[in-house]
T-cell receptor, first 113, second 112 residues
Framework: NAGVTQTPKFQVLKTGQSMTLQCAQDMNHNSMYWYRQDPGMGLRLIYYSASEGTTDKGEVPNGYNVSRLNKREFSLRLESAAPSQTSVYFC????????????FGNGTRLTVT | GQQLNQSPQSMFIQEGEDVSMNCTSSSIFNTWLWYKQDPGEGPVLLIALYKAGELTSNGRLTAQFGITRKDSFLNISASIPSDVGIYFCAGQLIQGAQKLVFGQGTRLTINP
């Protein structure tokens, strides 16, 4: 099983450019999440989707949008990238109650210059 | 927002030594989780704790859910090179939207 798959693994953007980070899970999980990881900050929740068709803001949603395309896929979009969005982005999914143990992808390392 | 204080931030130890790390919070949690992140990968769940006072082991790892519900501890016995990585605690709040809060991480380095 692939688990949670994120693409791309690495990306460099110029300030103002847009891009979409893709995430797919093959575990039939209901809930999916996007986190960002910055040095010394742990993992911070950007957006989550408790079920297909619903999305909600997390702790740091500004500058991002999400789409729960179907049960498997949850994408994160940066409309106008800023240097402050340089980070490692993790997608995760969970099968039981919200935040029941999370299964993470391997991350996307994004640099905005 | 909610804060978890995880310590130490980093550890440099010799292979074979025991390791202890902890997380404290000003808030009460009903679940404590411990994750490990290997370089270039996403975090993987090590241990989940659901009851105050609970002590749970997973091989050489032992974690405890503090009696006050505001802290948790992770111990690793007889460390080996593959224990290298970043360890995160995470607490799930007892009220509100059941948000999950992560600690800042403990980076473990082992000298062979």
């Amino acid at each position: 099983n692939a688990g949670v798959t994120q693409t791309p693994k690495f990306q460099v953007l110029k300030t103002g450019q847009s891009m979409t980070l893709q995430c797919a899970q093959d575990m039939n999980h209901n809930s999916m999440y996007w986190y960002r990881q910055d040095p010394g900050m742990g993992l911070r929740l950007i957006y989550y989707s408790a079920s297909e068709g619903t999305t909600d803001k997390g702790e740091v949603p500004n500058g991002y949008n999400v789409s729960r395309l179907n049960k498997r896929e949850f994408s994160l979009r940066l409309e106008s990238a800023a240097p402050s969005q340089t980070s490692v982005y993790f997608c995760a999914s969970s099968g039981g109650p919200l935040y029941s143990p999370l299964h993470f992808g391997n991350g996307t390392r994004l640099t905005v210059t | 927002g909610q804060q978890l204080n995880q310590s130490p931030q980093s550890m440099f130890i010799q292979e074979g030594e025991d390791v202890s790390m902890n997380c404290t919070s000003s808030s009460i949690f009903n679940t404590w989780l411990w994750y490990k992140q290997d370089p270039g990968e996403g975090p993987v769940l090590l241990i989940a704790l659901y009851k105050a006072g609970e002590l749970t082991s997973n091989g050489r790892l032992t974690a405890q859910f503090g009696i006050t519900r505001k802290d948790s501890f992770l111990n690793i016995s007889a460390s080996i090179p593959s224990d290298v990585g970043i360890y995160f605690c995470a607490g799930q709040l007892i009220q509100g939207a059941q948000k999950l809060v992560f600690g800042q991480g403990t980076r473990l380095t082992i000298n062979p």
